[in-house]
Structures are given as C-alpha cells and as structure tokens.
C-alpha cells in the first residue's frame, strides 16, 4: 500500500452533552466570557453614571442629565449666535449699503 492510497483520518466532533449545548460552549469558556463581558457593560454602564444599587434612580438621572445636555447645547448654540451676530449683521449690513450703489 502507498501513501496516496490511504485515507486521510477524519476527527470527529465530541459529543457535546445537553448543558453544554444549551450554554454554548463548555461551562468555563462561557463563565470567562460572560465575566468578563459584565466588566466591560459595567465600565460603559458606570461612565455615564449608573449605580447598581439603585437602577431605576440612575435611569432617571440619565435621561434628566441627556435633557439638560440637549437644553445646555441649545442655550450654548444661541450665546454663540448672538455674539457672532454682533459683529456679523453690521458687516453684513454696512457693505450692502456701501458696497452697491445703483447704476446710472
């Protein structure tokens, strides 16, 4: 028998027993995975200032702070206009008056 007549041998998956189907992986690859995902939402979660002690009371805080944040951007918007337009509407204006004078 040569070499080029032999089949090439075929692994076989294992067997995965039912709670490791249902986990999706074996039970320790899962846990660290799982760990160290709930450190990573944590981080982000904590970032924009959730407790975990009282959840719902840092849910409302959140959206208080994202609507003051939206009411701040506007009031920062407007003091930007306004003292732009100080300078800007009386350029603006100046050089329409001055700046064409009608054909004779």
């Known amino acids: 028998m ?22 999706g992986g074996s039970p320790v690859a899962v846990a660290l995975r799982l760990v160290l995902l709930s450190v990573l939402v944590g981080v982000v979660l904590a970032a924009i200032g959730f407790d975990p002690w009282n959840i719902l009371r840092s849910i409302r805080l959140l959206f208080e702070r994202i609507w003051d944040l ?30 064409s004078r009608p054909a004779r």
Request: charged content about 20%.
């Open 2 to 23: 040569s070499m080029d007549d032999r089949k090439p041998i075929e692994a076989k998956p294992p067997v995965a027993d039912g709670f490791s189907r249902f986990l």
């Open 70 to 99: 939206g009411f701040d951007a506007v009031n920062w918007l407007w003091r930007y206009f306004l003292l732009g337009a100080v300078i800007v509407i009386p350029i603006w204006l100046l050089s329409r008056i001055f700046g």
